[in-house]
């Protein structure tokens, strides 16, 4: 458009192509970089960034397709969580606020679909330290306690939880349908979601489910007793064919600045106990992390390695690896345990097949000479061969597992069956599939046995000083 001057001259310079400017386009922050979540047990913590921060798992995930948040500018979300009563706090500033074309997130349904009804306003929040203050101890009060053990001063003085001398640890069991139990979990469900990948709410009305709470028993300056809770477990009840049960550990959680201190042993050692003193089938864990694995395959090979029925199938194994080159056919028919062995295993420890056979690679590792060049080549052959199995087994179940969702009188969306077609079965799958020319693939399977191999001697390691201590 040309600019016209008095007396309706054109001005030369005003015929020039006027510059289009366009408006700057919010490119929104991620949540991860303006959101922090602190972890406080009383009411002059909240506020300072210098109380305990966890690192969740990724709070992208709860902010749209791309995990931004748009219309702020300085924007920063502290939360404090407290550890007394389990409610949330979110403390949220910014310099303005500004549509930029991708509108105005709204933070408070954002924020809800983490914390929920736990998230309350900040001086409702800060009464509960003092209103709350027994809250865990209300409600432990009914529970089962599996196991208490009193605490060492050394372990004492490295935890930030601990206000007094004289602290006992215990495990209680209770009924996840209770209602004041169901209420505790709604609370712990944030925690759930915040720090265990692909976690989620789990039906607290359906009464299969039970909670495993590890709680810490202590005396305050005062003589009063207070109990703070340091971590728990959810463990589901399956019906198995044709007449028991097999408990499922779905969820196992310890507080950040609580862990590295034997609380989530002292869980799985809890259901591990309950499971041999009802007659349950066996036990088995929900998708468990790499650490989880590596501890309850720690807390499994310990176990079995006392338990005096299996060691002369042990000592078979290992006087076989010192043979000379061994085939694949005798590998395969002579490294696996004996099915009378891991059926025994099975009834009087509750290890389940697939979790023995790990323990059972390690058991022969412990009882190997690794100073005889031929013995170790030995097991590295049943342990490459295991593995080749593995991944033949993982194709196989490609095509062949299938979910089918099924009503039940709870709800019926959190209920579904697992069943295989005639192609594939339950198998104990690496998570891996070779890729590319046979050069290529080569390469990656002496990874994945190297892999393996690190494994089984990292395990060994830790079960013999378990051992030994």
């Known amino acids: 458009m040309a600019l016209k001057q008095k007396g309706g001259e054109v001005s030369g310079d ?34 300072k960034t210098s109380s305990y ?31 007394v009563s389990f409610h949330a706090y979110a403390e949220i500033t910014y310099a303005s606020t500004q549509d930029g074309g991708k509108g105005i997130t709204d933070l408070k349904p954002a924020l809800q679909s983490i914390f929920g009804e736990s998230l309350i306003e900040k001086e409702e929040f800060l009464q509960t330290f003092s209103k709350d ?43 996840l349908h209770n209602l004041p139990v169901g209420l505790l979990y709604s609370r712990l469900v944030p925690l759930v979601l915040l720090l265990v990948e692909g976690g989620r709410p789990i039906d607290v009305t359906d009464p299969r489910w039970d909670i495993f709470l590890v709680v810490k028993k202590l005396q305050d300056p005062l003589g009063d007793g207070i109990i703070n809770l340091v971590g728990f477990a959810t463990v589901y009840r399956f019906y198995h064919y044709p007449d028991s049960t097999r408990l499922r550990i779905s969820q196992i959680l310890v507080l950040p600045p609580c862990q590295g201190q034997g609380h989530g042993r002292c869980l799985l050692e809890a259901v591990n106990s309950v499971a041999i003193s009802e007659n349950i089938y066996d036990v088995t864990v929900e998708e468990p992390s790499d ?17 005096e029925p299996i060691k002369p199938a ?27 062995v891991m059926e025994l295993v099975r009834q009087k420890l509750k290890i389940n097949k697939k979790q023995f056979r790990r323990c059972w690679e390690v058991l022969i590792y412990l009882n190997l000479d690794t100073e005889n060049r031929r013995c170790v080549e030995n097991f ?25 969702e099924v009503p039940n009188d709870y709800d019926h969306d959190m209920t579904f069956v697992v069943f295989w077609s005639q192609a594939g079965g339950e198998s104990d799958s690496i998570d891996s599939k070779l890729e590319g020319d046979p050069a290529t693939q080569e390469e990656q399977l002496s990874q994945l046995i190297d892999k393996e191999m690190e494994d089984i001697a990292e395990i060994a390691q830790k079960v013999s000083l378990l051992h030994n201590s």
């Open 291 to 307: 650490y989880l694995q590596y501890l309850r395959s720690c807390i499994d090979t310990l176990r079995l390695l006392v338990f």
């Open 380 to 404: 590295r052959a049943c342990i490459s061969d295991r593995v080749k199995g593995d991944i033949l087994d993982k194709d196989a179940e490609a095509n062949g597992k299938r979910l089918v």
């Open 53 to 83: 921060c966890i690192d969740p798992v990724d709070l992208n995930l709860f902010f749209g397709e791309d995990g931004k948040i748009y219309g702020y500018k300085d924007l920063k979300i502290n939360i404090w969580l407290s550890t």
């Open 14 to 47: 005003a015929k020039k192509r006027r510059r289009v400017g366009f408006a700057n386009i919010d490119a929104g922050v991620e949540a991860n970089e303006c959101i922090k979540v602190f972890l406080v047990k009383k009411e002059d913590e909240v506020g």
């Open 133 to 175: 203050r027994h809250y865990i101890r209300n409600i432990v009060s009914d529970g089962a306690v599996l196991h208490s053990d009193s605490l060492r001063k050394d372990d004492q003085a490295s935890d930030i939880h601990l206000d007094a001398e004289g602290s006992t640890i215990e495990v209680i069991r209770m009924e």
């Open 314 to 340: 042990i000592s078979s194994v290992v006087s076989y690896l010192k043979e000379g080159n061994l085939s694949k056919r005798a590998c395969k028919l002579r490294f696996a345990p004996p099915a009378n």
